[in-house]
């Protein structure tokens, strides 16, 4: 089982930048489908990002597509979020997730289930 440790959140002006990182160890990081979900207070945990064992396959929730971009060197064990022109609606933790499956079909990658590994979270605070 792969474990993941997110780094990178923090607070933030709406408008501004931050990039997360989420390092993985114990298990071939390439055959991993790797997600981005997040957790606003008093709300479900959401999908936002997604891409596959080799990276050349992304996928984004309507909410950030456009304005995040997730990649993954699997050189270095690690997948990152960067997010861009952030909003306060954006305030939540952020979690990353590995399914051991690398491809993930449009019925599976934004859903919470698929995914058998989750690191502890990384807060983002966007203020107005």
């Known amino acids: 089982q792969v474990q993941l440790v997110e780094s990178g959140g923090g607070l933030v002006q709406a408008g501004g930048s931050l990039r997360l990182s989420c390092a993985a160890s114990?298990?071939?990081?390439?055959?991993?489908?790797m997600g981005w979900f997040r957790q606003a207070p008093g709300k479900e945990r959401e999908f936002a990002a997604y891409v596959s064992g080799g990276g050349d396959y992304t996928y984004y929730s309507d909410s950030v597509k456009g304005r995040f971009t997730i990649s993954r060197d699997n050189a270095k064990n690690t997948v990152y979020l960067q997010m861009n022109s952030l909003k306060p609606e954006d305030t939540a933790i952020y979690y990353c997730?590995?399914?051991?499956?690398?491809?993930?079909?449009?019925?599976?990658?934004?859903?919470?289930?698929?995914?058998?590994?989750w690191g502890q979270g990384t807060q983002v605070t966007v203020s107005s």
């Open positions: 114990g298990g071939t990081f390439s055959k991993y489908g």
């Open positions: 997730a590995a399914s051991r499956i690398s491809y993930l079909g449009p019925g599976e990658r934004t859903l919470t289930t698929t995914y058998a590994s």
